[in-house]
């Protein structure tokens, strides 16, 4: 899907010898994390700091200092890191200041408790919580629950370990004053997370945040945040099944189901969800990868539980071929969904594939889901984010509906005007904006199956329609360049060193305008980012566009954005190459063209971060 690539990591200036060389954490260090242990509900978190403070060790030393060195910060992500003591880290005495600010700003938002009606007149604001199954995440659903009860309103926790679209869904469905998922998504197994919706069923954005965050920050003493033992309600399979029942509603009555699914739900909370709505809407019962089922907070099969990441599907992969050998046909799709169930992978067969399958890219499913929609003769405003394909563009324009792009993640997205549907390359697909104002892996799920379905009736394949759309609108060719790290100063310097020193060609092509996201622009709100437009090919490479031997040769032209990673230590650059195509004969030249062109934009762009 990508190159995945770790940046070396400087050795911090302390803990890098021996404690006679490095001193011991200052005393005010020392204290603030006595002061922590001491009011820590937690004995885990009490002992993991017990035996920082005894241990006397320069790695000890640099832990404590790390763990102590700021706090946790809320943002429109909400909150998400690893797991353990101190206030850097998650943990339960984290997740009740948390709870106890949101509390503080729901109780001073008159909207707030206007949106929550449920309970009649002059009823408290209701705060629907969910969680998946990662470590700790019930413990933290729980504190959740007691704060807000303790605080006066109204707390409702979901019936078990659910998917993240439930959740957002039932904050509109109960008419919620917020709803709040512990999840920390397709993180690696030592994080957690704590994302906000508001009443609108909208994920935050500023200034609800720093609001949030300042009134987190005003938390005394956790000794002086009530928490009951009892007072909220656990709903019951109820709000599930009315999520269940909103879901097949985006599918065509009378529509073919004869379509056989693989699904792996990587270790997460989406198997049982993603079945019912499968037999319920009348598919065949997904054929299950039974060693990543069933919930597992270590994700033991995955080094990362993202359905993008190298190695992730080959379970999923080895799955179909047992199940083709066994019945003589190959299934049609895999579809994966990452640990919350908020993204959808999809995978298509592929004989010259190695696997004998092939993962798509979330832009080529983004594409696909919309011709379906338009298909169904969907209206309304189709809008993606800007480091995703421009492709969808095209196929709005074609089909005289309006278009958007917004900056990364749902919490913009979602917000879009007549929003009718949204993507984003991430895996991330809105079908359904009135049930879920966010991305949801099973709705999109569905709908990916449906379409399948009905190409498979008409003798046709996904790969099929794909290649219709690329020669009719061109080989949009997307990648992305993922650098992570371990040390968070080399993305700020990477850039530092990308604005100082804008590229003039990247992978052969010239870089016609290069914007710094970070002043905003007349669409866009500012944002921590830089946007390439590449038009042709570079003044050195002495060809016209239509050489396709030249560097940057045979493409159209195309974009590049590089962001740091909102929810993980990266920095991301994504990549876009558009090659023209004369008929389905010229689409694999095209395609070569344009692999060769990203190829190159990869090592331009190493060098130019400094990599």
Request: glycine share 10%; charged share 25%; net charge negative.
């Amino acid at each position: 899907m990508r190159d995945d690539l770790t940046a070396p990591t400087e050795a911090p200036a302390t803990g890098a010898g021996p404690a006679s060389e490095q001193g011991a954490p200052p005393d005010e260090l020392r204290e603030r994390a006595r002061a922590w242990q001491a009011e820590d509900p937690d004995p885990e978190t009490r002992d993991e700091l017990a035996a920082l403070l005894d241990a006397g060790t320069a790695e000890a030393d640099h832990e404590l200092r790390d763990r102590f060195s700021g706090t946790l910060r809320f943002g429109t992500a909400g909150l998400r890191g690893e797991l353990g003591a101190g206030p850097m880290r998650m943990n339960r005495a984290v997740v009740i200041r948390a709870a106890a600010g949101i509390a503080a700003y729901l109780r001073a938002d008159e909207p707030a408790r206007a949106a929550s009606t449920a309970a009649g007149d002059g009823a408290a604001p209701l705060v629907v919580v969910g969680y998946d199954a990662r470590h700790k995440s019930a413990d933290f659903a729980r504190d959740t629950a007691a704060v807000m009860t303790g605080a006066g309103l109204r707390a409702a926790v979901l019936p078990g370990p659910l998917p993240t679209p439930v959740l957002a869904y039932a904050v509109r469905h109960l008419d919620a004053a917020a709803g709040i998922m512990v999840t920390a998504s397709h993180n690696p197994p030592r994080d957690n997370g704590y994302k906000v919706y508001l009443g609108d069923g909208l994920q935050i954005v500023p200034p609800a945040d720093a609001d949030i965050a300042a009134r987190i920050a005003a938390v005394g003493p956790l000794d002086g945040v009530p928490r009951p033992e009892a007072g909220w309600r656990t709903l019951g399979e109820d709000v599930l099944d009315a999520y269940l029942a909103r879901s097949g509603a985006v599918l065509t009555e009378g529509s073919s189901r004869a379509v056989r699914v693989v699904h792996t739900a990587m270790h997460g909370v989406g198997d049982r969800t993603a079945r019912l709505a499968f037999e319920r809407a009348g598919f065949p019962t997904p054929v299950p990868v039974p060693e990543q089922a069933e919930p597992d907070p270590d994700f033991s099969t995955v080094a990362f539980p993202n359905p993008e990441e190298p190695g992730a599907m080959d379970l999923a992969f080895a799955t179909a071929r047992t199940w083709a050998r066994e019945h003589g046909e190959a299934p049609d799709l895999i579809i994966a969904n990452d640990p919350d169930a908020d993204r959808c992978g999809v995978a298509v067969p592929d004989a010259e594939a190695e696997a004998g399958w092939r993962m798509l890219r979330g832009d080529q499913v983004g594409a696909l889901l919309a011709t379906h929609l338009i298909h169904k003769r969907a209206r309304g405003t189709f809008a993606t984010t800007i480091v995703s394909s421009s492709l969808l563009s095209r196929i709005a324009a074609a089909a005289d509906l309006p278009y958007e792009e917004t900056l990364t993640g749902f919490k913009w997205l979602a917000r879009v005007e007549n929003l009718r549907y949204g993507y984003e390359e991430a895996l991330g697909y809105c079908v359904d904006p009135e049930g879920v104002r966010d991305k949801d892996g099973i709705t999109a799920a569905l709908l990916v199956a449906e379409l399948a379905a009905e190409l498979k009736q008409a003798g046709r394949t996904l790969s099929e329609l794909l290649d219709d759309l690329d020669v009719e609108y061109g080989v949009h060719a997307t990648d992305q360049l993922s650098v992570r790290v371990e040390d968070l100063s080399l993305i700020s310097r990477a850039m530092v060193r990308l604005r100082a020193e804008p590229p003039r060609t990247l992978g052969g092509l010239r870089v016609a305008k290069a914007e710094d996201l970070g002043q905003g622009t007349d669409a866009l709100p500012p944002t921590d980012g830089l946007r390439y437009h590449l038009a042709g090919p570079g003044p050195d490479s002495g060809t016209e566009d239509g050489d396709g031997d030249a560097p940057g040769g045979g493409i159209g032209g195309g974009r590049v954005i590089v962001r740091p990673s909102g929810t993980e230590p990266k920095l991301k650059c994504y990549l876009e190459v558009v090659a023209p195509v004369s008929g389905l004969a010229g689409l694999a030249p095209a395609r070569a063209r344009a692999a060769a062109v990203l190829s190159r934009i990869k090592e331009d762009l190493n060098t130019a971060a400094g990599f």
